[in-house]
Structure formats: C-alpha cells, structure tokens
C-alpha cells in the first residue's frame, strides 16, 4: 500500500493526476482538507479518535495512517463531516445576494498559465527573469501583475462560491 510520504511527495511536487484514480491518495486529500486546528480537533472528538500527537503535521500523518486501515467506513466519515461544515458555512449566506454578486463576473481569465498555478506564472515570468530589474518589475504591475493576480482572485472567488449557490 502506498503511504503518507508517497501522497505527500506527489502532492509536493504537483503530480496530482494519480489522486483522483485512487482511493487511498483521495483519502489522503480529503484528510488534508481538515487539517486545521479547529477542524482536526472537532473530527477526531466526533469520531471517538484519540491521536497521540499534538502539532498538526505529525497529526496528519497519524490521522492518515489510522484512517487508511479502513479506507471505506473513513471516505463515508470524512464525506459526513465535510458536508456538515461545508451546510454550517453555507446556513449563514443569503444566497439571492451571492447569486447577484457572481453575476458580477464577466470576465473568466485565470491570470495563471500551468495548471491556473498563478504562483508558478508570476515566479517564471517575473521572478526569474534574463535581465532583472527593478524598474522593469515596477513597470509590469499595472498592466499585467496586477490583472492576473485579480483574475485569479476573482475566478477562485466565483468557483469556490457557485458551488454553495447549486444544491
């Protein structure tokens, strides 16, 4: 079986196609989604699951290896929670107002151009450049930083939002 370190070097190095074909790199991923204080904390105590480690990396580690002795029962109880958090979020949203603001977006440019990784864009196009300069980098922010960190921004916004708005 294919462990922590497996998914996590994948996921590091952006090779991702493999989680989507494989039950244990989507549990991997699907732990990784709470893997926030708050989140791990209320999963665990809801589950009955006591982990010995107390900082969240070593956390993830152990909440992962625990979960994948029963991949099955644990995509049902990772699937529950986060459905239920993701209704709690969505409970407190007027959703006529948050369908007129995503009717605002017109425009659908990603401001991102290898796997819409709008980090890997502006490091390769702006960072590490043939001749750095200062002035150059300054000159680029109005006309092109600017518009693909806003794009990103927005296109995010809309897709992480349309998702709440169709039930």
Do not use: C
Not at 120 to 145: A, C, G, H, W
Not at 153 to 167: C, F, P
């Amino acid at each position: 079986m294919k462990d922590f370190k497996y998914w996590d070097n994948l996921h590091r190095n952006e090779n991702l196609e493999e989680f989507s074909s494989n039950k244990t790199g989507l549990l991997w991923l699907k732990t990784k989604s709470i893997i926030r204080k708050g989140l791990i904390e209320d999963f665990i105590q809801q589950n009955k699951i006591t982990l010995e480690q107390t900082a969240l990396k070593p956390q993830f580690v152990e909440l992962f290896d625990l979960l994948s002795n029963d991949i099955d029962k644990s995509h049902k109880l990772l699937d529950e929670y986060i459905k239920t958090i993701s209704n709690q979020q969505i409970e407190n949203i007027d959703i006529q107002q948050l369908v007129s603001e995503l009717y605002k977006l017109k425009n659908f440019e990603w401001g991102g151009d290898y796997q819409n990784s709008l980090d890997k864009y502006l490091v390769s196009r702006y960072v590490k450049v043939q001749n750095p300069s200062f002035d150059y980098l300054m000159s680029k922010f109005e006309t092109e930083i600017n518009p693909a960190v806003q794009g990103y921004v927005l296109n995010s916004w809309y897709n992480y939002w349309r998702g709440a708005t169709v039930k």
